[in-house]
Nanobody, 126 residues
């Protein structure tokens, strides 16, 4: 069964950190471009961090530059989203997704993604 499962969300105070995991099963995640998206209440789903399948090219949304990073652990078939210096405006449901793309292509449009996780809630509040 092909699936992506996110974990690591929760409640954190402003300025804190969280690391989200996106574990794949049923397919090899490093063959795919991967994206992290988020959706806040009443807003659309936005791409915040995307990485290509092979050469590690990345896209960072301006809102997360300098605070969030993405990394792959191919042995674990997992992608991570490290979030530092969290702000209340980072509160959202976070999703990971996989897209079949060329080796260096970074995919930022959500309709290009084939596989989606179920989402994990991140709440930044004091």
């Amino acid at each position: 069964q092909v699936q992506l499962v996110e974990s690591g969300g929760g409640l954190v105070e402003p300025g804190g950190s969280l690391r989200l995991s996106c574990a794949a099963s049923g397919f090899t995640l490093d063959d795919y471009a991967v994206g992290w998206f988020r959706q806040a209440p009443g807003k659309g789903r936005e791409a915040i961090l995307c990485i290509s399948s092979i050469d590690g090219s990345t896209y960072y949304a301006d809102s997360v530059k300098g605070r969030f990073t993405i990394s792959r652990d191919n042995a674990e078939n997992t992608v991570y989203l490290q979030m530092n210096s969290l702000k209340p405006e980072d509160t959202a449901v976070y999703y990971c997704a996989g897209a079949f793309a060329s080796f260096s292509e970074v995919v930022t449009t959500h309709n290009r993604y084939t596989y989606w996780g179920q989402g994990t809630q991140v709440t930044v509040s004091s």
